[in-house]
């Protein structure tokens, strides 16, 4: 069952967002709040690097990313997003997909979690993939331009759905099918990609922002801005430059993270050398 906001809660979600027109259960209330809310919560996971993976309970979420002004991963993003929906009437159902499924195989079934909206017809909804998706997509089949990011969704061979960004050289996925999530499941993957040291997110310090025309993403020490025009790079020299690089462009207060700053490095390293 999705949890509901309170009437206070929703009002400082909206100020969170900066979200002022009245909502209804509406796709053009859907579109308004899922490109404010990805333009305004950065996806991070530092508290996974910081030894304190959060879990799946919304309410922690809404403590978190709004009362705390703090981004967060799929999980919190997602089941935020649909306490807000939910509580303001829209048909919400919670689904789970598999990250680089075609790599991975099954067992990444649960690394993600997102939304469908039923309106007049099925619409893909989630704020939480890196904030690549800037709007809601139609269960469809089809290509979209999320600028700066190409975005698609297709049928595979083996009869799931594959959503997919364009993001640079490379492309990220995941998989799904088009029915609720499994809880347990995704519970099991939550655990999983916050503690095992094979887990990406255990692996590398990650934080991106949708801004207007720009995808900004910080993996370890590489902070990239991706746009039209290109990409361009820096490489973060000190933790005091990395706590500069979250709080000025992402948004993000943290002053912890800088004791993971030794082992930033030698992640870099080890990858780059």
Known sequence: ????LSPAQLATYFARIGYTDAPRADLATLTALHRTHVQAIPFENLDVQLGTPPGLDPQAAFAKLVERRRGGWCYEQNGLFA??????GFPVTRMAGGVLRQLRGDFSMGSHLFLKV???QDWLVDVGFGSSQL???????????HV???VRLARTDD???????QLGPGE??????????DEALLQR???????????????NLVAQRRVPGEHRVLRGRVFTRVTVAGTAQQTIADADELLEVLASEFGIEEPAIAVTWPDICARHTALFG
Not at 1 to 4: F, G, V
Not at 160 to 165: E, G, K, Q, T
Not at 174 to 181: I, L, M, Q, T
């Open 118 to 120: 039923s309106l007049e």
């Open 159 to 165: 009869h799931f759905w594959r959503f997919a960004i």
């Open 1 to 4: 069952m999705i949890e509901t």
């Open 83 to 88: 306490a807000v929906l939910h509580s303001l």
């Open 135 to 145: 709007e809601p997509l139609p269960l469809a089949e089809g290509e979209w331009d």
């Open 189 to 203: 993957l939550c655990d999983w990609q916050g503690s095992d040291p094979h887990s990406v997110f255990v692996q």
């Open 148 to 150: 700066p990011i190409p």
């Open 172 to 181: 990220m996925s995941y998989d799904f099918r088009d029915e609720p999530a």
